[in-house]
């Protein structure tokens, strides 16, 4: 199994970004989705998740009404679509594929991408 990350830099406050992991060597459409992040000096944390049916959508109260996770099943990707950007959303964004049981847990389950950095600054 592999996931790549992708859409990750430099953005102003204030501004958007829209990341994107394609996913190959297992049945995408089976899996839920999640995003996680790692702020420089934190631990990794939890940020969206998109259950593997249904459609069903969990966030972090930092980024909800912000932050939009959505898949494209047909073309395997999953994405982040980050709006109004905040110094502290600065971090390398993980992607996270895991079994649909899974979808609401926090942990270090299934398959991990490398991350994409994302920094937000002037």
């Known amino acids: 199994a592999q996931l790549v990350e992708s859409g990750g830099g430099l953005v102003q406050p204030g501004g958007s970004l829209r990341l994107s992991c394609a996913a190959s060597?297992?049945?995408?459409?089976?899996?839920?989705m999640t995003w996680y992040r790692r702020a420089p000096g934190k631990g990794r944390e939890f940020v969206a998740a998109l259950a593997g049916t249904g459609g069903d959508t969990d966030y972090s109260t930092a980024v909800k009404g912000r932050f939009t996770i959505s898949r494209d099943n047909a073309k395997n990707t999953v994405y982040l679509q980050m709006n109004s950007l905040k110094p502290e959303d600065t971090a390398v964004y993980y992607c996270?594929?895991?079994?649909?049981?899974?979808?609401?847990?926090?942990?270090?389950?299934?398959?991990w991408g490398q991350g994409t950095q994302v920094t937000v600054s002037s």
């Open positions: 996270n594929a895991r079994s649909t049981a899974l979808w609401r847990l926090r942990g270090e389950y299934g398959y």
């Open positions: 060597g297992f049945t995408f459409s089976t899996y839920a």
